[in-house]
């Protein structure tokens, strides 16, 4: 049993929820980007079927146009932007809204709604970017634990 980080970083390496930058790094210290979010957020839902139309001239990619068309991540026009760095708040706001697909019924949307406000409260209310390590175990303890 390892630590909360190591743990998660495994589980979503080993379950090919999100990629780490190598083989043998998986870049905790990074920021999460936007279509990082995505890939977990769709993984992490299954992988479900993906009806809506892409959108996006800069993006071909199933996570990320299910991910924007269930509102869990926007884009800016005809441009989703996958490396655009997701902001601590803006997290804290897409474990919220994604919290029913995460862990479904009345307990997800509690465990969102507490993961969130957990998320505000260790983060604050910055603009700094949140980086991978802290996202993944923030995901890990809201979908697998």
């Known amino acids: 049993m390892g630590t909360p980080l190591y743990n998660a970083v495994a589980h979503f390496y080993e379950n090919d929820i999100l990629p780490g930058v190598s083989e043998t790094e998986f870049g905790v210290d990074k920021a999460l980007t936007k279509e ?31 991910a924007a068309a269930n509102g869990y991540v926007s884009g800016n026009g005809d441009k989703f932007m996958p490396e655009a760095e997701v902001t601590a708040i803006n997290f804290a706001l ?17 465990k969102g709604l507490v993961s969130a ?18 996202a993944v175990i923030k995901l890990y303890e809201m979908a697998v634990l």
């Open 117 to 134: 406000l957990k998320t505000i409260f260790e983060f604050g209310l910055s603009a700094g970017p949140m980086t991978k390590g802290n």
């Open 36 to 66: 990082d979010l995505a890939h977990a957020l769709y993984a992490l839902a299954g992988s479900p079927e993906v009806t809506a139309n892409n959108l996006f001239t800069d993006v071909d990619d199933d996570a990320c146009v299910w």
């Open 94 to 110: 897409t474990l919220f809204s994604a919290s029913s697909v995460l862990c479904p019924g009345m307990f997800g949307i509690i």
